[in-house]
C-alpha cells in the first residue's frame, strides 16, 4: 500500500499560476510511473483525463491541452510529484488527483482546482 500527501490547489483567477505537489510513501517499487489526472465539472472521475506523467526513468507526457502552460517534475529521493501550472484558463477547472502506479494503480484525494475571476 501507499499513502498520499498531496497540497496546492485553490482558487485562481484566469491568466495565474498555481503549484500541486503529491508525495507517496509506503511500499514504493521500481520502476513507477506518477502523474495528475483531472476530473472536469459535470463529468465523472471515470470520465476525466489525464494532464501529465513522469516515469522514473524521467520520460515525461503531457496532454495536449496543456502544453506550453503546465510543466511536470519529481523529487526523486522523496517519491513526490510537482505539477506547475501557468497561464491556467477557466477550462482548467478541475479536481486533479495525483496517481501513483507500479503494479498498481494508487490514487490520492483529489485536489480543487477553480480558475475564476
Known amino acids: 500500500q501507499v499513502q498520499f500527501m498531496e497540497s496546492g490547489g485553490g482558487l485562481v483567477q484566469p491568466g495565474g499560476s498555481l503549484r500541486l505537489s503529491c508525495r507517496v510513501t509506503?511500499?514504493?517499487?521500481?520502476?513507477?510511473?506518477m502523474g495528475w489526472y483531472r476530473q472536469t465539472p459535470g463529468n465523472q472521475r471515470e470520465q476525466g483525463e489525464v494532464?501529465?506523467?513522469?516515469?522514473?526513468?524521467?520520460?515525461?507526457e503531457y496532454a495536449d491541452f496543456v502544453k506550453g502552460r503546465f510543466t511536470i517534475s519529481r523529487d526523486k529521493v522523496r517519491v513526490t510529484v510537482f505539477l506547475q501550472m501557468d497561464k491556467l484558463e477557466p477550462g482548467d477547472t478541475a479536481v486533479y488527483y495525483c496517481?501513483?502506479?507500479?503494479?498498481?494503480?494508487?490514487w490520492g484525494q483529489g485536489t480543487q482546482v477553480t480558475v475564476s475571476s
Open positions: 494532464v501529465a506523467t513522469i516515469t522514473s526513468f524521467e520520460v515525461i
Open positions: 509506503g511500499s514504493v517499487h521500481m520502476p513507477y510511473t
Open positions: 496517481f501513483y502506479r507500479d503494479r498498481d494503480d494508487y
